[in-house]
């Protein structure tokens, strides 16, 4: 059974902490995403990884950055965390190739609140 | 601006009614996907349409890819309670590589 894990799923911090959203996969895919989904604004591309130690900014990578040292694990982190990051953060893994028509698979998520 | 527009957002419906989501923008896509997502889980890949005027079923669900390949849509016949969830649309535009999400259809349907 294909998985994709977050190390939380309720997260809450204090603003101005640095903060670890941890991701990890088991399919052995090359691309590793980091969304976050806001009501009304659907999913929105933070960052992205296609391999091991490369990655590309999304939409709105402010604020934001991530680290992929091994396959299977990709990091995000929010070096000085503020309100408006308050949010629901979603991993997701896919193989590479053929990249319009391929399935992301996605984890639980974590809800994160910053006070 | 969303480049994927869903409606309705919202949709509370009885137990064995029809019902019909629709996805769509001024854009041309190479495929578009429709995810569900249920409270407390991550989307989860339903279907992906790539051919203009593609029609795909899965049991009660029923997808459809508008001809110029710009709009999509999903029909749920005798919707029932494990059918509520969150819809999402995704597309890849053509000439483009990245995924881009609509907001969603949030659908209740009561038993």
């Known amino acids: 059974d294909v998985k994709v894990t977050q190390s939380s799923r309720y997260l809450v911090k204090r603003t101005g902490e640095k903060v670890f959203l941890e991701c990890v996969q088991d399919m052995d895919h090359e691309n590793m995403f980091w969304y976050r989904q806001d009501p009304g604004l659907g999913l929105r591309l933070i960052y992205f990884?296609?391999?091991?130690?490369?990655?590309e900014k999304g939409d709105i990578p402010e604020g934001y950055s991530v680290s992929r040292e091994k396959k299977e694990r990709f990091s995000l982190i929010l070096e000085s965390a503020s309100t408006n990051q308050t949010s629901m953060y979603l991993c997701?893994?896919?193989?590479?190739?053929?990249?319009?028509?391929?399935?992301?698979?996605f984890g639980p998520g974590t809800r994160l609140t910053v006070l | 601006t969303q480049l994927l527009e869903q409606s309705p957002q919202f949709l509370s419906i009885q137990e064995g009614e029809n019902l019909t989501v629709y996805c769509n923008s001024s854009s041309v896509f190479s495929s578009l996907q429709w995810y569900r997502q249920e409270p407390g889980e991550g989307p989860v890949l339903l279907v992906t349409v790539v051919t203009g005027g593609e029609v795909k079923k899965l049991k009660r669900l029923t997808f459809q890819f508008g001809d110029a390949r710009k709009d999509s849509s999903l029909h749920i016949t005798a919707a029932q309670p494990g059918d509520t969830g969150l819809y999402l649309c995704?597309?890849?535009?053509?000439?483009?590589?990245?995924?881009?999400f609509g907001a969603g259809t949030r659908l209740f349907v009561k038993a």
């Open positions: 997701a893994s896919s193989f590479p190739g053929g990249l319009p028509y391929n399935e992301q698979f």
């Open positions: 995704a597309g890849v535009k053509t000439g483009g590589f990245k995924t881009i």
């Open positions: 990884s296609y391999d091991v130690k490369m990655k």
